[in-house]
């Protein structure tokens, strides 16, 4: 698949069906994951694989009742929750390297992107789930102080067709030279 055709082809699944993937399939996105930009290469994320029904059920009892991804937390065979290592992204010295405090959210974000189009790329489905109490999942998966829950990302085959959602025009976002100036 080539790289823009899986950037526009990914879609948010909420409805899987109940076939695991396969060993290889798992390997190769927590591959692509791995390979994902970090702040001084820090590799932050971490990820906890939770097949068991129970403590998917569990986990989905963590998201609002209205949160329409709390059935796929329940249904996907797998649920990948993404963790991150506490003052080690975004740091020198032990102290924070900006005014934007620890960078985990960042890092993580970006080995999820490369998660989500690797699982894409081979027919796999994800969705973002981000809406949720963290400190019940940490409780839950038993995540140590050290580490924090940033992401629930229910996993599996597409038992249904994503939407696709409107985008921007590239014109009302992109500024040129300071904020708000349109033209170059």
């Given amino acids: 698949m080539e790289l823009m055709e899986a950037i526009k082809g990914r879609r948010s699944i909420r409805k899987y069906k109940a076939d695991m993937p396969s060993d290889e399939d798992i390997g190769f996105v927590l591959e692509a994951a791995r390979w994902a930009p970090s702040w001084a290469n820090t590799q932050c994320w971490e990820f906890i694989l939770v097949k068991d029904s129970e403590t998917k059920r569990k986990l989905a009892d963590v998201l609002s009742e209205n949160n329409p991804a709390r059935r796929a937390c329940e249904q996907a ?3 990948v929750a993404a963790c991150a290592q506490k003052e080690k992204s975004g740091y020198f010295k032990r102290n924070t390297a900006t005014d934007k405090g620890d960078w985990l959210m960042f890092d993580v974000a970006l080995a999820l992107q490369n998660l989500t189009l690797a ?4 027919g796999l489905g994800t969705v973002h789930v981000g809406f949720f109490d963290s400190r019940k999942a940490a409780e839950i998966l038993q995540v140590p102080r050290q580490a924090e829950i940033v992401e629930l990302l229910p996993f599996g085959y597409p038992d249904t067709e994503g939407k696709v959602s409107p ?18």
């Fill in 77 to 79: 065979p797998l649920i």
């Fill in 119 to 122: 699982a894409h790329s081979r």
């Fill in 167 to 184: 985008r921007k025009p590239i014109e009302e976002f992109v500024f040129y030279n300071k904020y708000g100036q349109r033209k170059a």
